[in-house]
């Protein structure tokens, strides 16, 4: 059964640093990887979505890798903001395409 | 505007009644899920439908039931069986085949009174 784990599972930093999230998965048989924002008491929100064949994708001063192989992904956030402040999770699918969550990262920037 | 709503965004439920969640799309996937969210837990799948007319039941279904009479429409009923219903309920959906997005609504939080 695929496992999704997210390192740290809470993140506080001050303005204008540079992020990485961490995504882990147990089962390298997927066909993609997604990464999502939630703000408190929304919905998920996509951000990215990398398929298995894809190393990385970019969108604005978001930038995800995959390592399919490794079993990992990984977020980066470049000149984070207060606006940035929210949890991201990632989810895997793989052949039962069912997708599996990771419980997600809590992120804080501070001003 | 192509999304998912969700309705209501709040409910509140008295012990002993069957309440039904609201879930509509007009992505024209044929795939659609519900996920229950607590503290500390993450999202656990209820149900999923990957076509019309067909449901599965996911980790978390017992107290729960759903329909899927129509490709837009997978409304989610909490029943008396479910002793603990009280979570952010999430509505998701996307094509079935592995490589495509999800998409999420924005939620209904339910309260048992």
């Known amino acids: 059964k695929q496992e999704v784990t997210q390192i740290p599972a809470a993140l506080s930093v001050p303005e204008g640093e540079n992020l990485v999230l961490n995504c882990s998965f147990t089962?390298?048989?997927?066909?993609?990887l997604q990464w999502f924002r939630q703000d408190p008491g929304k919905g998920l929100t996509s951000l990215l979505l990398i398929q298995s064949s894809q190393r990385e994708q970019t969108s604005g001063r978001l930038n995800a890798s995959l390592d399919k192989s490794s079993g990992r992904s990984t977020l980066y956030i470049a000149a984070s903001q207060p606006g940035d402040s929210a949890t991201y999770l990632c989810?895997?699918?793989?052949?039962?395409?069912?997708?599996?969550f990771g419980r997600g990262t809590s992120l804080i920037v501070h001003p | 505007d192509g999304g998912i709503t969700q309705s209501p965004k709040y409910l509140f439920r008295k012990e002993g009644q069957n309440v039904t969640l609201s879930c509509e799309q007009n992505l024209n996937h044929d795939a659609m899920y519900w996920y229950r969210q607590d503290p500390g837990q993450g999202l656990r799948l209820i149900y999923y439908?990957?076509?019309?007319?067909?449901?599965q039941k996911g980790d978390i279904a017992e107290g729960y039931s759903v329909s899927r009479e129509k490709k837009e429409s997978f409304p989610l009923t909490v029943t008396s069986a479910q002793k603990n219903p009280t979570a952010f309920y999430l509505c998701?959906?996307?094509?079935?085949?592995?490589?495509?997005?999800?998409?999420f609504g924005p939620g209904t939080r339910l309260t048992v009174l």
């Open positions: 439908s990957q076509i019309v007319n067909d449901f």
């Open positions: 089962d390298s048989a997927i066909y993609n």
């Open positions: 989810a895997v699918s793989g052949g039962s395409y069912i997708p599996t």
């Open positions: 998701a959906s996307k094509e079935p085949a592995g490589g495509n997005e999800q998409f």
